[in-house]
């Protein structure tokens, strides 16, 4: 089982031609450093195909989701889990800030509330970055789109 101090995960969801698609996602999680940055360079990253008929907002969900399943199957461990997104409303629905009101989100939702508790984890953390420090998973969800994997 990894033990961490801290961790940063990045995810990022796309859809061309939204809501129809074709669709994919993106995550990287980082080890942070002693001053809060992700300079120690990536633990691990993933991307996926989602296909057609997937929103913006569900394929930014299914990328939080695909980053935190990985944590879940890989036993990971920490003091503080930092996740990163430039998908503001995905990131305020996870704090609670806003209500998720779309039955086509609800589903993705609580999948990620149901991962996120299943992270060996003491404090975690949600954050809107820019899109530009997001870059990484922006361009593993678009590769993703692009190779059809």
Known sequence: MPHYDRLILYFD????NNPHGPAGCGWVLYEMDECGADSYGSIAEGRSYLG???SNNQAEYEGLINGLNYLVD???????LYVRGDAE?????????????SHNIIPYYNDAKSCLSQIDCQYK???HVARDKNWEADQLANEAIQNGY
Do not use: H, L, P
């Not at 969801?13 to 061309?16: E, H, L, P, V, Y």
């Not at 890989?74 to 503080?80: A, D, E, T």
């Not at 409303?89 to 009101?101: F, L």
């Open 125 to 127: 953390s949600f954050r």
């Open 89 to 101: 409303i995905v990131i305020r629905q996870m704090e609670g800030e806003y209500n998720v009101n």
């Open 74 to 80: 890989n036993y990971f461990s920490c003091r503080g």
């Open 52 to 54: 057609y008929n997937i």
């Open 13 to 16: 969801g796309a859809s061309r």
